[in-house]
């Protein structure tokens, strides 16, 4: 019995050892199809579109894409890929999500999805246009671009069977609140904190509307995470200590609060569609206090240079210290952006608790290796 019962752990073990390490791969019923997947919002699932814009808002230099395929800067903001392309992957759809902009974009690339998204961009609409970024409102002109080239490649029918059975991910509101909000005087003179929430949350369901006329019916949006942990922050208004910093966090669950509400609305208005808000604030701050538990070593800093304030064109090879030896043992790449393996485990962990909610309830999740 003794030795069953050590057989059985050592198993349970080993399990999540190769789930955290290969993933997970949405495995479908065979009446539901996802074609393909877009992603649209900010920096955490932009995949280069903003190599292609007069901004200093990018990072298609090194040591960005240190871990990407051949050691690439592609304009991820990350050392590898990001959760667009896991979530790609983990779909069976294709293994990365390239760029709307992208000038090699393949024909057979619109097939499958891209991404829209620009990082810096957010709800607010003076935050892309600060930095001179691509807004949600330019972001959902480009998507109905696309929707005019599919429609030429495949015909109306074919088109609209895509547009309906795919996945759709925003991901928008940090640079709002860290950025905008908190970090300028543009907004404070006109809002206070609820009324900005109040903001934002017009402008992601006025987004999300929107992407429903235009033919989309599962449609997943990422909260605001713990913006208070993030080293920038930390460096900035964490003091001496560089402790995570209350008030931004609490800015962030308003939000989180307010959006979580809206998106209960839209559901309860439209029966053939869902809106998922998607707990990223739950499920990091979960990394962040518990690091070795994922492996990690690093929370409060970032694997750039000193880790503290490194972030876009700070971040260069040129940067103090180089990089760290091993991203792997870090939870932030940047001083703003996680590294590909928080990235990776935080996808595995979300598709597990909120696949359900998009496909039916007979979908199950498989282990698979990369």
């Not at 240190?66 to 983990?90: E, H």
């Not at 090699?104 to 970024?133: E, H, I, Q, R, W």
């Not at 959902?140 to 029918?157: D, Q």
């Amino acid at each position: 019995m003794r030795k069953l019962t050590f057989v059985l752990s050592i198993f349970v073990v080993l399990t999540v050892y190769v789930e955290r390490l290969q993933g997970y791969q949405v495995m479908l019923p065979p009446n539901i199809t996802v074609p393909a997947i877009f992603a649209f919002g900010d920096s955490i699932v932009d995949t280069g579109n903003n190599n292609h814009l007069a901004t200093i808002i990018k990072c298609n230099f090194p040591p960005y894409g240190r871990d990407f395929q051949g050691g690439l800067p592609t304009g991820r903001f990350c050392n590898g890929k990001t959760p667009a392309d896991f979530i790609a992957q983990s779909l069976g759809i294709k293994d990365l999500l390239p760029a709307y902009l992208d000038p090699y974009l393949k024909p057979a690339d619109l097939l499958t999805g891209v991404c829209f998204a620009s990082g810096a961009a957010g709800y607010d609409p003076l935050t892309a246009k600060v930095v001179n970024v691509l807004g949600l409102s330019v972001q959902m002109n480009m998507f109905k671009e696309y929707i005019g080239r599919l429609k030429a490649m495949v015909g109306e029918e074919r088109s609209a069977s895509i547009l309906s059975n795919s996945l759709y991910i925003v991901v928008a509101g940090s640079d709002d609140i860290a950025n905008t909000y908190l970090g300028t005087p543009f907004r404070k003179f006109k809002y206070d904190i609820p009324a900005y929430t109040d903001l934002m949350v017009r402008g992601a369901s006025s987004f999300i509307q929107e992407l429903h006329d235009l033919g989309a019916r599962r449609i997943g949006v990422f909260s605001a995470p713990p913006l208070g942990c993030l080293p920038s922050q930390r460096t900035l208004r964490g003091g001496k200590q560089r402790k995570c910093v209350d008030g931004p966090n609490q800015v962030a669950l308003l939000f989180n609060s307010k959006l979580s509400a809206a998106l209960a609305r839209f559901n309860r208005k439209y029966s053939e569609a869902r809106a998922v808000y998607i707990d990223t604030y739950t499920s990091i701050l979960q990394i962040i206090n518990n690091p070795q538990s994922y492996g990690f070593e690093e929370v409060s800093k970032g694997c750039c240079g000193t880790g503290k304030i490194e972030v876009v064109i700070l971040c260069n090879k040129l940067s103090p210290g180089g990089t760290c030896p091993d991203p792997s043992k870090y939870v932030f790449w940047d001083s703003y952006h996680p590294t590909e393996k928080t990235y990776k485990i935080l996808v595995d962990e979300l598709l597990k608790k909120y696949v359900f909610e998009f496909f039916e309830a007979n979908t199950t999740i498989a282990m698979y290796n990369n």
